[in-house]
C-alpha cells in the first residue's frame, strides 16, 4: 500500500494517472464522434443506436459511473500538478520567449477546465434533457423515411427492433440533434466547445505517449505531426454536425 | 560595437529587484558575453558603483556554472551553448539586450544574477552516484556493454547540471535534468546495484524542493546546451513506475526510513 500511495502522490504518478485517464478520454471521444456521425445518415439509423445504449440498463450506468470517475481523476490530477507547477515558477521573464511549446500546450489547463463547462451544459442538452424550449418528444421508429410497416419490438439481449406486432416508439435523438442546433447560441457554444476539445488533443494526444514512457526521438515529428492532425479531425467530425444543421438545414423539416 | 543593456539588479534574496539600463560602448565582436559584462563591470568599479554578480567558473562550456536569461532566452541566443560561449558577434550594434537570473521557486536569487542551484546537489546527492570499492583502477572493458546502451548513457551524461532546464520550463520542472542523471546510470551495469532505489530518492527529492511537473512543453530540450533530449524524462517515468511497481511485491529494505517507497 505505502508504494502505492508513494506513486500516486508524486510528481510522476499524477503525470500517469493524466495520461491514462486521458487515453481512455481519447478512446471515448472517439467512439461517441463515430456514433454521432450516424446523424448523416437516415434517422432511423441514429434513433436505433441512441436506443440500443439507453436499453443497456445497468451496464449503463456502470459506463456512466466510469466515465465521471475517469474524468474527475483527470481534472482532480491535473489541477493539482497545475497549482504546484504555479507555485514553482516564480514570475516571468521580462522578455516573453517560447522555443518549443505551442498554444496549445501552454493552455491545457483553460481549454480543459472550459471544455468542462461545455461536457456539463452537454449533458443537460442532451442527455438529462433539461435545457428548455427543446424538440425532445418520441417517434416512431422509421425506414426510408417512413414508419416501419410492421411493429417493432426490441430484442433483450442484443438491442437490436425485431419486427413484431405493434408499433414500437423510440427516443427521436435525430430529431433532438437537428432541433437543437437550430439555436445559434447553441450551435456556436457547442463549435466552440469541440474547438477546445480539438486544441487539447492537439498536443494531448501526442503527450500522453510521452508521459506514459512510450516516447523516443525517433517518433518526434511523427508524433508532433499525427497529434495535431488528429486533434484537429476530431474537431472537424464534431463540428460537421451542427455546421450541416446551420448551414445546410440537414435533419429539418423540408 | 555600442550595446544597452538592462540587466536585473537584486541586492540579496529578500529584496525587490528591478531592471537598470547600463550603456556599453566599445564592446569589441570577439568579446564573450561574459567578457562584455566583465568590460561593464570595470566600467561600474570605476565609478565606484556596485558591479554586476553572475556566475561563471570554467568559461569553456564545461563546468555548467554560468546562468543568465538573454533576452528571454537562458543561455541566450544560438542553439547547444552555454551563456559563457555567446560571442557579441551575434548580437548587432544599437541591439538593448535583457539580462535576467533564471527564475524559479527552487533557485532563490542570492545577488542580481546569481542563484542557488543548490537543490540540484541535493537531489544529486539523494541518488546520483554509484558505490564502488575504490583501489586500483580496473581493467577498462572487463565489463561489456552494448554500442546503443553506451551511447544513450554518455548522451544523458552530457549533462552538466546548469539549470538552464527549469529556467526555461514554464512549470519550473527538473525532470530534465533528473531524467538525465537518471538514464546515465540506469543504462549501465555499474549503475544497476542501486538503480531502484536511485529514481525513487531523485524523484523524492525533486518532489521535495519544489519543482513543478513536466506537462511535455519541451522548452528544457530546446535550451539545453548539452542537447539533452527529452527521451530521458520518458525514460525517467518508466523507470519511476517500474521501481514503484516491483517496490509492492518486493520492498526495499529500509525504504521507509530513506522516505521511499
Ligand atoms: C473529453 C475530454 C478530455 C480528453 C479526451 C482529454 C485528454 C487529455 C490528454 C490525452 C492529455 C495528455 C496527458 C499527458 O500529456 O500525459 C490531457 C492533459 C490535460 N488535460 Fe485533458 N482531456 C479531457 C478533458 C479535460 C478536462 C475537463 C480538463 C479540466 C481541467 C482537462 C485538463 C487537462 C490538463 C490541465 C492537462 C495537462 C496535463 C499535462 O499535460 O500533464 N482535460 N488531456
Ligand atoms: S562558465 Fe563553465 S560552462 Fe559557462
Redesign the pocket.
Known sequence: MRPLIFFLTSSIGK??L??L???L??L??VGHLLGNLQFFLPPEWINAYGHKLQSLGPLLWLIRLALLAV?SI??V???A??LENKRARTGRYAVPGYRASTVA?RS??V???I??SF?IFHLLHFTVRVVPGHEYNKAVLTKDGKELPHEVEIDKHWGIPLAKDKPHVVHNVHGMMAAGFTYPAIAGFYVFGVFL?GM??S??????????GLRNDRMRSLLAVGSRVFGWAIFIGYASIPFSVIVFKHGLPK | MNLKLKVWRQENSSATGRFEQYDAPGIPDDASFLEMLDIVNEKILEKGGDPIAFDHDCREGICGMCSLVINGTPHGPGRATTTCQVYMRHFRDGDTITIEPFRAKPFPILRDLVVDRSAFDRIQQSGGFINVRSGSAPEANAIPIPKNKADLAMDAAACIGCGACVAACPNASAMLFVGAKVSHFALLPQGQPERRKRVLSMVAKMDEEGFG????HYECEAVCPAEIKVDVISRLNREYLAASTLSLIEPLPNAAAEGVA
Request: proline letters at 0%.
Open positions: 503525470k500517469y493524466v495520461a485517464t486521458g487515453l478520454l481519447i471515448f471521444v474524468v483527470h481534472i490530477a491535473t489541477i500538478l497545475a500546450s491545457m489547463a481549454s480543459g477546465l471544455l468542462l461536457i476539445l487539447h488533443l498536443h494531448g494526444a501526442g503527450s500522453f505517449l510521452q508521459t506514459l | 511537473n513536466c506537462t511535455n
